[in-house]
């Protein structure tokens, strides 16, 4: 008989089921990932093929320069910053640290999706709460908050819906929130937004708070897979500990210490995104599609029952969308090419209908 995978992983689903087909001929635009549109800067690139001479050569361990770096940046300790491939691969760290079967995970829900399958691997119970009106229900996660809850998974900006929570609100929740339940604060796309919420300022007064950030958005280095985190000793040497050694590899290493040297090019990188992003937007709203505003490097569209169509009719045009059925389309924003097509298809959709 072959081995039998654990009971647990029945419930797992693939973390994204069915990714959009792209066309065979023809340009197609990658929008279903919040990927950065625009590929690494010179001074980054030059790093790259720099460090890619040292491919035969493992990374660190624990990435220390890297470590210092970010420590010198954000202005805390080196013992609380950790590191992961993605931060994505925190999460990892997080479950295996903290989570034993039968735990309970809270998180908004539509979120990132990682999180029921995260909850789900370690045996641990997702218990989703809906968002209410497209943003995070703080008062109603604070409810289910249980003597069984380890951990509460907060996306702000949140994936998929742009939106940012409530900073005042924020700070209530976290005041009534137990201090023995992890509260992880995932700031994946934090570069574009204009809210107030600052995870490494809540990480310092509550200490109960991990933020995430990652290199892969607005650093546009997703394919080196470099994520990081802060959080006190006890909870970063914990996550130290469940990291896969050596999970950061050396070249993103390299890049991501180039793009910290190059933050004011990244910077109007993403000042451009943003101000695409609300010209975007704009233009879809002015011609009847419904779209709230975003925090974020992507637009949520929430379309309900037409949106598989619709997701169906941008992938048709080369426009690959992340479609979540019967619910909404998230869109990434683009190059000015990949934008100007989308006005042009949603266009066309819209006035038809
Ligand atoms: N958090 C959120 C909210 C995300 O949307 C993503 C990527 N889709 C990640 C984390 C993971 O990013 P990475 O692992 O590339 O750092």
Same mark, same amino acid.
């Given at each position: 008989?072959?081995? &039998?995978?654990?009971?647990?992983?029945?419930?797992?689903?693939?973390?994204?089921?069915?990714?959009?087909?792209?066309?065979?001929?023809?340009?197609?635009?990658?929008?279903?990932?919040?990927?950065?549109?625009?590929?690494?800067?010179p001074s980054v690139l030059a790093e790259i093929s720099r460090?890619?001479?040292?491919?035969?050569?493992?990374?660190?361990? &624990?990435?220390?320069?890297?470590?210092?770096?970010?420590?010198?940046? !954000?202005?805390?300790?080196?013992?609380? &910053? +950790?590191?992961?491939?993605?931060?994505?691969?925190?999460?990892?760290?997080?479950?295996?640290?903290?989570?034993?079967?039968?735990?309970?995970?809270?998180?908004?829900?539509?979120?990132?999706?990682?999180?029921?399958?995260?909850?789900?691997?370690?045996?641990?119970?997702?218990?989703?709460?809906? !968002?209410?009106?497209?943003?995070?229900?703080?008062?109603?996660?604070?409810?289910? +908050?249980?003597?069984?809850?380890?951990?509460?998974?907060?996306?702000?900006?949140?994936?998929?819906?742009?939106?940012?929570?409530?900073?005042?609100?924020?700070?209530?929740?976290?005041?009534?929130?137990?201090?023995?339940?992890?509260? &992880?604060?995932?700031?994946?796309?934090?570069?574009?937004?204009?809210?107030?919420?600052?995870?490494?300022?809540?990480?310092?007064?509550?200490?109960?708070?991990?933020?995430?950030?990652?290199?892969?958005?607005?650093?546009?280095?997703?394919?080196?897979?470099?994520?990081?985190?802060?959080?006190?000793?006890?909870?970063?040497?914990?996550?130290?500990?469940?990291?896969?050694?050596?999970?950061?590899?050396?070249?993103?290493?390299?890049?991501?210490?180039?793009?910290?040297?190059?933050?004011?090019?990244?910077?109007?990188?993403?000042?451009?995104?943003?101000?695409?992003?609300?010209? !975007?937007?704009?233009? !879809?709203?002015?011609?009847?599609?419904?779209?709230?505003?975003?925090?974020?490097?992507?637009?949520?569209?929430?379309?309900?029952?037409?949106?598989?169509?619709?997701?169906? +009719?941008?992938?048709?045009?080369?426009?690959?969308?992340?479609?979540?059925?019967?619910?909404?389309?998230?869109?990434?924003?683009?190059?000015?090419?990949?934008?100007?097509?989308?006005?042009?298809?949603?266009?066309?959709?819209?006035?038809?209908?």
């Amino acid at each position: 008989m072959t081995p &039998v995978p654990r009971a647990a992983l029945d419930e797992v689903p693939l973390y994204v089921p069915k990714p959009p087909v792209a066309r065979a001929e023809g340009v197609s635009h990658r929008l279903f990932l919040n990927e950065n549109p625009y590929a690494p800067l010179p001074s980054v690139l030059a790093e790259i093929s720099r460090a890619a001479l040292t491919a035969h050569h493992y990374p660190e361990i &624990v990435p220390g320069e890297l470590v210092a770096a970010l420590a010198a940046r !954000l202005g805390v300790p080196e013992s609380d &910053v +950790v590191t992961g491939p993605g931060s994505v691969g925190i999460y990892q760290q997080v479950a295996q640290a903290i989570l034993e079967p039968g735990d309970e995970v809270v998180y908004a829900w539509p979120s990132f999706e990682a999180f029921p399958i995260v909850a789900r691997i370690a045996g641990a119970r997702p218990v989703p709460v809906p !968002l209410r009106d497209g943003v995070h229900d703080l008062a109603a996660i604070a409810d289910r +908050v249980t003597p069984r809850t380890r951990a509460v998974f907060l996306c702000d900006p949140n994936n998929p819906t742009g939106t940012s929570v409530d900073a005042d609100g924020l700070s209530a929740f976290l005041s009534a929130v137990p201090e023995s339940v992890l509260v &992880v604060l995932d700031e994946a796309y934090r570069e574009y937004s204009t809210s107030a919420v600052d995870g490494v300022e809540l990480y310092r007064e509550y200490p109960n708070v991990v933020a995430l950030r990652t290199f892969s958005k607005a650093y546009g280095l997703a394919g080196l897979r470099v994520g990081y985190g802060v959080a006190r000793p006890a909870i970063s040497a914990a996550l130290r500990k469940c990291a896969v050694p050596c999970g950061v590899g050396g070249i993103g290493v390299r890049a991501a210490l180039a793009s910290l040297a190059a933050e004011p090019e990244l910077s109007e990188r993403v000042a451009t995104l943003k101000a695409d992003r609300d010209a !975007l937007r704009a233009a !879809l709203v002015e011609r009847g599609v419904p779209v709230p505003p975003s925090d974020t490097n992507f637009l949520w569209l929430p379309l309900e029952s037409r949106a598989d169509e619709v997701a169906a +009719v941008l992938e048709r045009a080369g426009l690959l969308t992340r479609l979540y059925p019967g619910v909404g389309i998230r869109l990434t924003v683009g190059t000015a090419e990949a934008n100007a097509a989308v006005v042009g298809v949603l266009e066309t959709v819209f006035a038809a209908a």
